[in-house]
């Protein structure tokens, strides 16, 4: 059958630069986003969340954009430094199915020095 | 913060046998926890919602015979691969949430698992 999922999508930006990583979602009834960035080896480590009664929300360098309209949410990393380089996964959830929460296919990010 | 802590971080074995994997919350007490696996350069897939004192839930597909999980207590789930076979081999991640608040699942730094 078909392989899917083999390579991840990569952002390359240069230091200082600003990035934007993009997610599209699957489920209009998840009302509960978040944002995890993975080193390799690593397990996923929380950056920012959002609620579906929010569009904006911003954190330490770092806001996210949800738009329920078309399910699509964003991470925006202000002067991206090269500790920022990682993959990053959004991660959709909420009480309605008891806080599980299943994870989009993730972008690699690399900073060029 | 809150800690996650998995082991062992890393397992090799022979095929057929089992192994099991333990997710601890250090710090925090969590009535639910989460199993998820991992494939090289692909995103986490969530296998099963692990349940204090009660029996795990499954997503479908994930055959519940060949990963038994156990939450035996508030600080410790255990996940074991039965009769493990090289298609097992994968990095296996677990996460906690605090059951005193509704912040977000706390992970593990993961397992691998590579089968011979």
């Known amino acids: 059958g078909e392989s899917v999922g083999l390579h991840l999508p990569t952002l390359s930006v240069q230091e200082g630069d600003n990035s934007i990583i993009n997610c599209a979602y699957s489920?209009?009834?998840?009302?509960?986003f978040i944002w995890y960035k993975q080193e390799s080896g690593k397990g996923p480590q929380f950056i920012i969340d959002?609620?579906?009664?929010?569009d904006k929300r911003q954190g330490q360098r770092v806001t996210v954009l949800l738009n329920k309209t078309v399910k699509h949410l964003s991470l925006q990393i202000a002067a991206t430094q090269p500790g920022d380089s990682a993959v990053y996964f959004c991660?959709?959830?909420?009480?309605?199915?008891?806080?599980?929460?299943?994870f989009g296919s993730g972008t690699k990010l690399n900073v060029k020095p | 913060g809150a800690v996650v802590s998995q082991h062992p971080s890393w397992v090799i074995c022979k095929s057929g046998t089992s192994v099991k994997i333990e997710c601890r919350s250090l710090?925090?007490?969590?009535?639910?926890m989460f199993w998820y696996r991992q494939f090289p350069k692909q995103s986490l897939m969530l296998m099963a919602t692990?349940?204090?004192?009660?029996?795990?839930?499954?997503e479908q597909g994930v055959e519940k015979d060949k990963f038994l999980i156990n939450h035996a207590s508030l600080t410790l789930s255990t996940l074991t691969v039965t009769s493990a076979h090289p298609e097992d081999s994968s990095f296996y991640i677990c996460?906690?949430?605090?059951?005193?608040?509704?912040?977000?699942?706390?992970f593990g730094d993961g397992t691998r698992l590579s089968i011979l």
């Open positions: 991660a959709e959830g909420g009480l309605y199915n008891f806080n599980k929460f299943y």
């Open positions: 959002i609620r579906s009664n929010m």
């Open positions: 996460s906690a949430r605090d059951s005193r608040n509704n912040q977000p699942q706390h």
């Open positions: 489920n209009s009834a998840s009302d509960y």
């Open positions: 692990s349940n204090e004192g009660s029996k795990a839930t499954y």
């Open positions: 710090d925090f007490q969590a009535t639910t």
